[in-house]
């Protein structure tokens, strides 16, 4: 997907956002889990010009300080389900428990159907728990949400228009009693059209203190994002009003809410259709910061470009993945023959922006670890922007092949304390490297 990220809103040209937060292909369905102090999100992917929602696989990326992140690129197809169509890969969501992951998602076969993937680790590999679905099929099923309380019992909710549950057994991939079908009234979701509630999809089941959350996307097409609450995990829930409304600069007629507490704060992860091309159907995850009412109510939201603020700065002195990033414009990414994921399809003017960096007392060498299969090209290292002070420019050579990484070194002058980094690639036509990861010393 080679787009340039230029928003164009109400005559004003904003270049170098941070929301939407992933640029290299387009996301939605976001949902946020914590492991070993890292924030992962899972993510829908939209295919590219797609008419309908049209999505392979699910992506993952990860961050520690809210404005970087990692790409770890495809961790799931919808045809690792050998009984699922492919290009159904819809919402989803991973929690851990007892040392495994376990994935629930949306896919296809002859109806919705809810299944369950499992792995050792929040990066996969996953594998289908079951061989066939959890639940399904149905055509309401849809947008699996899940949720461990406190006593240990596992909750999955799940559905369009209707919101259904089952209580999960501690080995998360089969459940006790009948599917329950939550009663939708207007006392609980909202009053909604036609004698419909609000309540349309998507939800997002958690809990906060002694209350619990149901967040869902409302209202029809176009999509709100509601929520309701109860005192107990299955209900009565009662309707607490909107969160976000649908906005008309950048809002896709849809929407799907995550919500987490990271590092003390709070944060509200969601889509909409801001990156250039971007529409119903390509889709992008954005994520603002909030702050809960004394009373446990969450205010209403809107859509920024700025998204949250860092909360840690990067260090530059240890070896980081070129798939870290605040924001990029032009670039891709590609897994080697090796396994790892990198950035590649590195174009003439194409650039990476890494948000906050610490370089304390200063820095003197710059290492990338790149390839090319072509003439090469050149990495300048500039600070703050794009076209901001220019501190050290790497030279990249044609190293033999595209999956054939070398170091590559350069001195640095003039980069001290905490700045922005801007990774700007220069050279030739055509694609001029593949870039692994890099470090300044």
Known sequence: ????????????????????????????????????????????????????FEMPDWQLYSTTDMQNWENHGTILSATDFAWADAGTAWA????????????????????????????????????????????????????????????NQAYLFWGNPNLYYVKLNEDMISYSGQIVKTDMTYDAFGMGAEGKTLYTEGPWFYKRRELYYMVYAASGVPETIDYSTSNSPTGPWKYRGRIMGNQEQGGAFTNHPGVIDYKGRSYFFYHNARLPGGGGFDRSVAVEEFQYNDDGTIPTLKMTNEGPNQIEYLDPFKKTKATVMCFESGVETERGTNGELNVAYIENGDYIKIKGADFKGGASKFIANASSESSGGKIEIRLDRKDGTLVGTCEVTNTGGWNNYKNFECGISGAQNVHDIFFVFTGGSGYLLNFSWWQFE
């Open 1 to 52: 997907m080679k787009i340039s990220f230029i928003f164009l809103i109400s005559s004003l040209i904003i270049i170098n956002c941070d929301n939407p937060i992933f640029q290299t292909v387009y996301t939605s369905d976001p949902a946020p889990m914590i492991h070993d102090d890292v924030l992962y999100v899972y993510t829908g992917h939209d295919a590219d010009g797609a008419g309908y």
């Open 92 to 151: 989803s969501q991973c929690v851990e428990r007892n040392g495994k992951f376990y994935f629930y998602v949306t896919v296809t076969k002859n109806g919705r159907n809810i299944a369950v993937a499992v792995a050792d680790s929040p990066k996969g590999p996953f594998k289908d728990a079951l061989g066939k679905p959890l639940a399904g099929p149905n055509w309401d099923y849809i947008d699996p949400t899940v949720f461990i309380d406190d006593d």
